[in-house]
């Protein structure tokens, strides 16, 4: 059986490791500012990816550094089209200067998780990508109201699961302030990453099984451990037969 994933990592977000990180993954998400970030820390963090053959990706956020993009703020649609229109067309001028063409959007934080089950927040960030880069890859869970948003506008997903984060029974993620959001060994993050692109399910934090298409692996770059989690997932998933590769591209 060839099985072959992207693994993606959240970047430029000042946690410090962005290169060793970058030499781990297959495609970059790239604070765009508005969590964290600034366009010297995004051009940078471009740079590094194109020497790395790195896919590069914009990372859009709600206008909350403070919390870093993880509180939930109630927008209308029209306001998330502004916030997503800015920061994705702030990235891809930037990306372009470099000679760089981006390859997908995938929202930050609490704009992710609200996309992921609003309808109307959904919408208003597909429209955003369509109305600037219509060809960019949204990356999406699944099952979610930015997934069909995507396919409602023609747009190309990627689905998207996560490495280092236990799931409830209804596919969302466990929550950060529970003690069990967490998965810290990376073998076992290997070995459930090899059964859901094997099988096409992964199991809940309550025994149950949910149904999953991995086309994209998340793991985060803001955690403790984050180099060495990744450096031995990859390593793991190389010893299974797992090619990582950007969307689209082979290994």
Same mark, same amino acid.
């Given at each position: 059986?060839?099985?072959?994933?992207?693994?993606?990592?959240?970047?430029?977000?000042g946690?410090?490791?962005?290169?060793?990180?970058?030499?781990?993954?297959?495609?970059?998400?790239?604070?765009?500012? +508005?969590?964290?970030?600034?366009?010297?820390?995004?051009?940078?963090?471009? !740079?590094?990816?194109?020497?790395?053959?790195?896919?590069?990706?914009?990372?859009?956020?709600?206008?909350?550094?403070?919390? +870093?993009?993880?509180?939930?703020l !109630?927008?209308?649609?029209?306001?998330?089209?502004?916030?997503?229109?800015?920061?994705?067309?702030? +990235?891809?001028?930037?990306?372009?200067?470099?000679?760089?063409e981006?390859?997908?959007?995938?929202?930050?934080?609490? !704009?992710?998780?609200?996309?992921?089950?609003?309808?109307?927040?959904?919408?208003?960030?597909?429209?955003?990508?369509?109305?600037?880069?219509?060809?960019?890859?949204?990356?999406?869970?699944?099952?979610?109201?930015?997934?069909?948003?995507?396919?409602?506008?023609?747009?190309?997903?990627?689905?998207?699961?996560?490495?280092?984060?236990?799931?409830?029974?209804?596919?969302? !993620?466990?929550?950060?302030?529970?003690?069990?959001?967490?998965l810290?060994?990376?073998?076992?993050?290997?070995?459930?990453?090899?059964?859901m692109?094997?099988?096409?399910?992964?199991?809940?934090?309550d025994g149950?099984?949910?149904?999953?298409?991995?086309?994209?692996?998340?793991?985060?770059?803001?955690?403790?451990?984050?180099?060495? +989690?990744?450096?031995?997932?990859?390593?793991?998933?190389?010893?299974?037969?797992?090619?990582?590769?950007?969307?689209?591209k082979?290994?």
């Amino acid at each position: 059986m060839s099985l072959s994933v992207d693994l993606n990592a959240d970047l430029g977000e000042g946690a410090g490791h962005d290169d060793e990180l970058l030499a781990l993954v297959s495609s970059a998400n790239i604070a765009c500012g +508005f969590h964290a970030g600034n366009p010297a820390m995004m051009r940078k963090s471009i !740079l590094t990816a194109r020497e790395r053959g790195v896919g590069v990706g914009a990372h859009p956020s709600f206008d909350d550094r403070e919390n +870093f993009g993880r509180r939930e703020l !109630l927008l209308p649609s029209d306001e998330i089209f502004a916030l997503v229109v800015y920061q994705v067309g702030a +990235f891809q001028a930037i990306a372009h200067s470099l000679g760089m063409e981006p390859q997908h959007v995938k929202p930050h934080g609490a !704009l992710y998780n609200m996309a992921a089950r609003d309808e109307e927040i959904a919408d208003g960030v597909v429209r955003a990508i369509r109305a600037v880069a219509p060809k960019l890859i949204v990356f999406a869970p699944g099952v979610s109201a930015l997934a069909r948003a995507a396919e409602a506008n023609d747009v190309a997903i990627a689905r998207e699961v996560f490495a280092d984060r236990n799931y409830m029974p209804d596919g969302s !993620l466990v929550p950060r302030e529970r003690p069990d959001a967490l998965l810290h060994d990376a073998v076992e993050a290997a070995n459930r990453v090899f059964g859901m692109l094997r099988d096409n399910k992964v199991r809940a934090v309550d025994g149950s099984e949910i149904a999953v298409e991995p086309d994209t692996i998340c793991i985060h770059g803001d955690t403790p451990g984050a180099v060495q +989690f990744a450096r031995e997932l990859r390593l793991a998933l190389h010893q299974m037969g797992v090619v990582v590769a950007a969307p689209g591209k082979s290994e």
